[in-house]
């Protein structure tokens, strides 16, 4: 039994059907990527997966350590050990980077403490008393990863961590995010259209395509295979 297993999801809006039967899995502590062009249904997967009102899901199965999480709330599927972070980052604008991390603390289960979180993130620990409104948009996407590890979760999910970010940023990211997955064990699946930062991170990479699995290939097989790449990806 894998730690996150979602199977044959089907899933959608009002607006039509947008996954047609999603296999995807992730064990524990493994660093997955989830590839596809835009609009293929990463995101909906990520939703899908973390709760809450959008998307419908219309079938299959989505299984967190052997348990079923559809139909939970976004609050009880957290409470499980899954942490969302998505696109729009969702920090705090008028609050500091310290009560950012510790509100997110004060809202899990069995969070981590601050010194613990900020260890990842020397970057943030040396401005905790700024606002995020203040931060730039790599800075606050550590932050929100930062208030996503707080929570102590088993598996992160990320929603295109490293989009808009200039390249530098999205090194550090990069690194942050491997640093996090080897010494805390905690299993990541990561969405992204960047080809380049997932073959950096990942382990194993899913390829979405029209709202279906189409590939599951490992790092050496996406680097090199520019035909799959060039079909699915567009690059
Ligand atoms: P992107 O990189 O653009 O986020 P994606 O692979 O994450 O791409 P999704 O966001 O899952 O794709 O979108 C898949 C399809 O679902 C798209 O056609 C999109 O327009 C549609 N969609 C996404 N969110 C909604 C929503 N809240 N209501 C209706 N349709 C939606």
């Not at 009002?14 to 596809?36: A, R, Y």
């Not at 972070?85 to 981590?112: G, K, M, S, W």
């Not at 040396?126 to 996407?141: I, L, P, V």
Request: charged residues 25%; proline residues 4%.
């Amino acid at each position: 039994m894998s730690l996150l297993d979602v199977s044959d999801l089907e899933a959608g809006y009002e607006t039509g059907q947008v996954l047609f039967g999603v296999d995807v899995s992730v064990e524990s502590g493994e660093l997955i990527s989830l590839l596809g062009r835009n609009g293929a249904g990463k995101t909906t997967t990520l939703r899908a997966i973390a709760g809450g009102d959008v998307p419908d899901v219309l079938g299959g199965a989505v299984q967190f350590d052997g348990e079923s999480l559809l139909g939970l709330s976004p609050y009880e599927i957290a409470r499980r050990g899954v942490s969302f972070v998505p696109e729009d980052r969702r920090c705090f604008p008028r609050l500091t980077v310290d009560e950012n991390v510790r509100l997110a603390i004060n809202h899990a289960a069995d969070p981590l403490d601050i010194e613990t979180v900020l260890e990842f993130f020397p970057e943030l620990a040396e401005m905790r008393e700024k606002h995020a409104r203040n931060m730039s948009g790599g800075e606050q996407q550590m932050l929100a990863i930062a208030r996503a590890l707080a929570a102590n979760p088993r598996l992160m999910l990320l929603d295109e961590p490293f989009e808009g970010l200039a390249p530098y940023i999205v090194r550090r990211l990069e690194d942050i995010i491997a640093e996090i997955n080897e010494e805390s064990g905690i299993a990541v699946l990561l969405v992204e259209q960047n080809v380049a930062a997932a073959v950096a991170v990942a382990d194993r990479h899913y390829v979405i395509d029209e709202g279906r699995i189409v590939e599951t290939v490992s790092t050496e097989r996406l680097r090199e295979d520019e035909a799959l790449r060039q079909r699915y990806l567009g690059v």
